[in-house]
Every structure is written in structure tokens, then in C-alpha cells.
């Protein structure tokens, strides 16, 4: 699995993807769907997909492929590495969306909330598949939200193919297992390697398991927040685990605008404006790399509106 496309720049989402085994494009194929880090406040989200004509459905589940939850890492690079070795008739495809894609999403104007991106991101990898000239005939997700609506949903747009929606189905089905630990392989390395766009010095990369409700999360998270730009492109910014942390440390600041002038507003409350922070004399910033590295990204950002 080769991550370079996504670690190039990993504030974007990046597909990825095998080769599209010869028999796919001659035989009905089944596809599996399932996702990786839907929960956590670090790191990025992955949906999977894994596909194989019908007939090897046994084949399949006599390699033991099991729910990604239930087998430890080396299990998982394991299984991996013998559904990556069978080219010969099973293909995947991973979509990695990046922490700054799910924030900016579900923080734009319109909202965008994660069940809406995960069933788009689900839908675009079915049909990357037909594209790719697999024969779909059958494909099973789990679930993300009701799972009666979310089959009819999918059914309605993809008319010919028999669609199955259950909750748990990394666990009932071997091919959404399969792609379930494809996606977990790929969210796992990703998180071991990420690279650090902003200037932070030796990172500690003892976050924990990047659940909002482990203590060493959160205490990465606080070591790791900047006081007026926030958090890395590591943190998710619109959980609210980083909103409130946010919100209670952090200053506040104002945004000059066309209605009201910053400066002044922030005067009267007894704050700074925002672009205050921009200015060599805000309190020495402009000697901090990392104050330095986010001043520059954030006007940088100004210079394209």
C-alpha cells in the first residue's frame, strides 16, 4: 500500500487503490464497504472497499478475514498482506479523508455532517468500482445511520445491484470485513507516519488511541493547542472535545469586517483584534517558529480570498 500520494499532502483527502483484477471485469462481483476512525478527534477517516467475483466468496472466508475491531495490528497487516497477495481476483480502493476535510465540511456555512460525507464517500467508491469496469452485481455496507433507509438510498441509485445494509456488518459478511481491515491498515500506518506540516519541534507521539475520551488525547491535544491559530491539521477542529478546549484556553480575538471595525471592538471589550497577531510587536510572536509557521499559512489564505 503505498501512502505517498496522501503524505505528500495530507490536508486533502487522497484515493488509493489496487489493480483491477482481470476476472472482476468478466464475472458478477460482490463489494464490501466499511470505514476506519469515524470516532476519533486525530487523524484522518478511511472508507474501504473490497470486491471479488462471487465464486470466490468461499475462498474468501476461509482466509479468516474477521471485523478489524476484533484482531490486534500485526493480525491486521497479516490478513492485509494475503488480500493484497490475492490480485489475481480481489481488488480495493481506500478513500482517506483528511482531519481538515471532515472539519471544513462540517464547519462550512452549509452544513455537511459526517453521516452525509461518509454516505457520499461511499457512493463514490461504488461507483469508481463501475468505472473501473467491475461487474457489481451485490454490495454490502455497514451501516451509518438507519440502515433501512440508507439501503433504499443506495438501491435507488445504483438500480441492478443487490444492496444490503446491516449494522455490525464487518461481522456478518467476509468481503466487508476485508475491506474493513483494508481501511484500518491504512488509517493505522497513516496515523503512525503522519507528517507534521506546522513547526513543532520533536512531536510527542504518545496521543493515545485519539478517542476524545482518553486522558493522553486530550493531554496531547492541550500541549499541542495554539492559543490564537489552534490546533495542527492533525486534530479535527469541529469535535467538540477541540472546540471546547479551544473556547476555554485560547484567547479571544476579533476579525476586522465591513460592518464593524475590529480594532475598535476589540478595544472596547479589552481584546485584540485578530490582525494584531500578524504584527512583528504582538508580544514577540514573530520569534516563535511555530507562531511564525501559522502567521504565514493563515496569510497566505488571506492573499487567495
Given amino acids: 500500500m503505498d501512502l505517498s500520494?496522501?503524505?505528500?499532502?495530507?490536508?486533502?483527502?487522497?484515493?488509493?487503490?489496487?489493480?483491477?483484477?482481470?476476472?472482476?471485469?468478466?464475472?458478477?462481483?460482490?463489494l464490501g464497504i466499511d470505514e476506519a476512525g469515524r470516532g476519533p478527534v486525530l487523524g484522518p477517516m478511511v472508507y474501504g472497499i473490497c470486491f471479488c467475483p462471487v465464486s470466490k466468496k468461499q475462498e474468501l472466508k476461509e482466509s479468516k478475514v474477521a471485523d478489524s475491531k476484533t484482531l490486534s495490528e500485526a493480525e491486521r497487516e497479516n490478513l492485509f498482506q494475503?488480500?493484497?497477495?490475492?490480485?489475481?481476483?480481489?481488488?480495493?480502493?481506500?478513500?482517506?479523508?483528511?482531519?481538515?476535510?471532515i472539519s471544513t465540511s462540517m464547519l462550512q456555512r452549509t452544513k455537511y455532517n459526517l453521516n452525509a460525507?461518509?454516505?457520499?464517500?461511499?457512493?463514490?467508491?461504488?461507483?469508481?468500482?463501475?468505472?473501473?469496469?467491475?461487474?457489481?452485481?451485490?454490495?454490502?455496507?455497514?451501516?451509518?445511520?438507519?440502515?433501512?433507509?440508507?439501503?433504499?438510498?443506495?438501491?435507488?441509485?445504483?438500480?441492478?445491484?443487490k444492496v444490503t445494509v446491516r449494522p455490525k456488518a464487518d461481522s456478518l459478511f467476509p468481503v466487508v470485513s476485508a475491506a474493513s481491515i483494508c481501511a484500518k491498515v491504512a488509517r493505522d500506518r497513516v496515523v503512525k507516519g503522519w507528517n507534521f506540516a506546522e513547526d513543532l519541534g520533536e512531536v510527542d507521539v504518545d496521543y493515545g488511541s485519539g478517542y476524545p475520551n482518553d486522558p493522553k488525547t486530550k493531554a496531547w491535544l492541550l500541549k499541542y493547542l495554539d492559543p490564537v491559530f489552534g490546533f495542527p491539521q492533525f486534530v479535527r477542529f469541529s469535535w467538540s472535545t477541540a472546540q471546547t478546549l479551544i473556547d476555554n484556553k485560547g484567547v479571544t480575538v476579533h476579525w476586522d469586517d465591513d460592518d464593524e471595525d475590529g480594532e475598535k471592538a476589540a478595544q472596547r471589550q479589552n481584546n485584540r483584534s485578530m490582525l494584531a497577531y500578524f504584527s512583528s510587536s504582538a508580544g514577540g510572536n514573530d520569534q516563535n517558529p511555530t507562531h511564525r509557521f501559522f502567521t504565514e499559512r493563515r496569510l497566505k489564505s488571506l492573499d487567495r480570498l
Fill in 82 to 101: 494475503k488480500l493484497d497477495e490475492a490480485k489475481s481476483y480481489l481488488g480495493w480502493a481506500l478513500q482517506i479523508l483528511s482531519p481538515n476535510t
Fill in 117 to 161: 460525507l461518509s454516505h457520499d464517500t461511499a457512493i463514490g467508491l461504488i461507483q469508481y468500482a463501475l468505472d473501473s469496469g467491475v461487474q457489481l452485481t451485490e454490495v454490502f455496507v455497514d451501516t451509518v445511520g438507519p440502515a433501512e433507509k440508507y439501503e433504499e438510498k443506495l438501491s435507488k441509485l445504483f438500480p441492478g445491484i
Fill in 5 to 30: 500520494p496522501f503524505e505528500t499532502d495530507n490536508s486533502v483527502s487522497c484515493q488509493l487503490s489496487s489493480q483491477i483484477p482481470d476476472i472482476c471485469r468478466t464475472e458478477d462481483c460482490c
